[in-house]
């Protein structure tokens, strides 16, 4: 009964590839995201998505393409991997987007590794 | 734009020792603050939060208060344990036109020795 979940856990690929990185949440929240945490730790936003529309878009490359097809679900495909891409995404979800006190409750994480 | 500046790490400790992890925003309007907790290998989680100016967030021992004159929201613990080493992360959300967003700090790695 994991509130958000994102497969896999950990990714290990050649450059160039395509690959896709898949979340789900169970707490019927409006709003998903995914967040890049670099190796210094630093988050940075890269999708917001509300009731599967996008609706933050962060200067991300546009081989990075994600996909809701349904509220519960945010998928990220990433085509054409480069090695500075790995990092470890997160999904999160929240219940509106921006309320007051809006919180975001995050999955497990994902570690990319682009060799 | 909307920012957090936190504390550079990393930060050690001993065992019941007081923490202080300092903590700044800027912001336009009236964002909600938040800290959150890594510990290692997982995901973040909500530690605390505070919504408007004044309230106080506490959560496990640990508190921060919402001050909007100094624009700060820094964590502290009377007393620290083993258990509490993890990488700490202040943070803000607030509408944008109709967009929400969570900005993280950069966050600070707390060691605590035995």
């Known amino acids: 009964d994991t509130a958000v979940s994102q497969t896999p856990k950990y990714l290990v690929t050649q450059m160039g590839n395509d690959k896709s990185i898949k979340c789900e949440q169970n707490l019927g929240h409006d709003t998903m995201y995914w967040y890049k945490q670099d190796s210094k730790k630093f988050l940075k936003i890269m999708f917001s998505?509300?009731?599967?529309?996008?609706?933050i878009n962060e200067t991300v490359p546009n081989r990075f393409s994600p996909k809701s097809p349904d509220k519960a679900h945010l998928n990220l495909h990433i085509n054409s991997l480069e090695l500075g891409d790995s990092a470890v995404y997160f999904c999160a979800s929240s219940r509106e987007p921006g309320g007051a006190g809006t919180e975001a409750f995050f999955g497990q994480g994902t570690r990319l590794t682009v060799v | 734009g909307d920012s957090v500046t936190q504390m550079e790490g990393p930060v050690t400790l001993s065992e019941e020792a007081f923490l202080t992890i300092n903590c700044t925003y800027t912001a336009t309007g009236y964002p909600s603050l938040f800290w959150y907790v890594q510990y290692p290998g997982e995901g973040l989680q909500l530690l605390l939060k505070a919504t408007k100016a004044d309230d106080k967030g506490s959560n496990k021992g640990f508190e921060a208060t919402y001050r909007k004159e100094t624009t700060s929201f820094h964590l502290e613990k009377g007393s620290v344990q083993v258990s509490d080493s993890a990488v700490y992360f202040c943070a803000l959300s607030g509408r944008y036109s109709s967009a929400s967003k969570i900005i993280f700090g950069s966050g600070t790695r707390l060691s605590i020795r035995p």
């Open positions: 998505y509300n009731n599967k529309e996008l609706i």
